[in-house]
């Protein structure tokens, strides 16, 4: 089995567009999505339809929660929670049906999937060796997947040592090599590593083979919907260098 994998879209169209592309360049034969398909970005309506559409897997996350009214908004920065607050505003029934009915957590085998961690599938930031090592801890899948960070990484837990770094375009890991392995596709709507192009994961469960994808995608239109919508104006900016 092929499985295309993406995360944090964050209501970017024209990223998740070029995604979905790639994709269907050698179409898999299943997308899974980690969640937080709202939130920061300007369409968040298109983004929930797509993968309503699209995905036979998909994981609700701490922004859709938040747009949900399910996480206070408190929590969030600013410049998030008021992007939040404008999705509530502008999200249709039938798209927050569909988050409403989402979990942030999955089981599928032969992976485990969370938003964020297994500790707290909703916000801890798997970016140590500290929180690296609990998700191996707490999980027994052979290959965990997670989202969350918008930063793209492979780490792999064999003979009880803990191998861990981010995962630039083009990067391939040999699934059956080394013990377990913990993988996060990257954002496709706001990657935060330092490369602007939108990120996603393509599994090959039978060749044990896992490629990070990047996508370059139209970044100035989805700055101008942004601004037409008055949104942050550091949410736009940031779009253009990857962080
Ligand atoms: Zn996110």
């Known amino acids: 089995m092929r499985v295309a994998v993406i995360s944090d ?22 997308l899974w999505c980690l969640g937080d398909l709202v939130g920061y970005g300007p369409r968040p309506n298109e983004a929930v339809e797509i993968v309503r559409e699209r995905a036979h897997l998909c994981l609700v996350g701490n922004h859709d929660l938040g747009v949900l009214g399910r996480l206070d908004l408190d929590e969030f920065s600013p ?10 505003t502008v999200l249709l029934d039938e798209n927050r049906a569909y988050l409403e ?20 599938p909703v916000w801890e930031y798997v970016v140590s060796e500290e ?6 801890e707490l999980t027994v899948s052979p290959l965990v997947l997670i989202g969350h960070s918008h930063v793209a990484l492979s780490i792999s837990l064999a003979n009880g040592v803990l191998n861990g770094t981010v995962a630039p ?23 935060r590593d330092g490369d602007p192009q939108a990120a996603w994961l393509e599994l090959d469960f ?17 700055q101008s919907e942004l601004r037409e919508r008055d949104l942050p104006e550091a949410l736009a900016e940031r779009l253009s260098h990857g962080v």
């Open 9 to 30: 879209i964050h209501a970017n169209l024209h990223g998740l567009e070029a995604v979905l592309e790639a994709v269907d360049a050698d179409p898999p034969d299943e």
């Open 79 to 88: 410049d998030a929670a008021t992007v939040a607050r404008w999705t509530q």
């Open 101 to 120: 009915r989402l979990e942030p957590q999955a089981k599928l085998d032969p992976a485990e999937l969370f938003h964020a961690s297994p500790r707290d």
């Open 131 to 136: 929180t690296a090592l609990a998700a191996f």
């Open 169 to 191: 375009e083009g990067t391939e890991v040999a699934l059956d090599e080394a013990g377990r392995w913990l993988l996060n596709p990257g954002s496709v709507g706001q990657p």
């Open 206 to 222: 039978d060749a044990g083979s896992a490629r990070f994808r990047r996508v370059s995608y139209d970044i100035e239109r989805t």
